[in-house]
């Protein structure tokens, strides 16, 4: 085999390799992704659930989020009871917020709130 035919292969089989190696790496993070949001999806239900003994919910799904840092709801009065951890569930259609203390188990409040949703 000639120097050239050498080189086009080790260069042709180091393409194939590195293709190879981008679509696994790929799918591994599709599939890393898909399973956090599984997991989130799940959190997200058990909190619902928990809530649901304490209290009426809308049946509509709700918008999530996590208290991280108190201080970023400083500014807003209807959420000045938050703490580290709360996790707030919006409801759009239902209009109200519901302020949920995973620590306590407790719904510390429920909120009105004024919402809109814009779609394209």
Do not use: C, H
Not at 29 to 56: C, H, P
Not at 91 to 120: D, G
């Amino acid at each position: 085999m000639t120097r050239k035919k050498k080189i086009f292969w080790i260069t042709l089989t180091a393409i194939a390799i590195a293709i190879t190696y981008i679509l696994i790496m790929g799918i591994l993070y599709k599939n890393q992704m898909a399973s956090k949001k599984k997991a989130v999806e799940k959190e997200e239900q058990q909190t619902v659930d928990k809530i649901a003994k304490l209290l009426r919910l809308p049946n509509e799904k709700p918008i999530f989020t996590t208290v991280y840092n108190e201080k970023d709801f400083e500014n807003n009065n209807l959420f000045r009871v938050v703490k580290k951890g709360d996790k707030i569930l919006m409801y759009i259609n239902a209009k109200q917020a519901v302020i949920y203390r995973p620590s306590t188990n407790q719904v510390i409040e429920v909120l009105p709130v004024r919402a809109t949703v814009k779609t394209k």
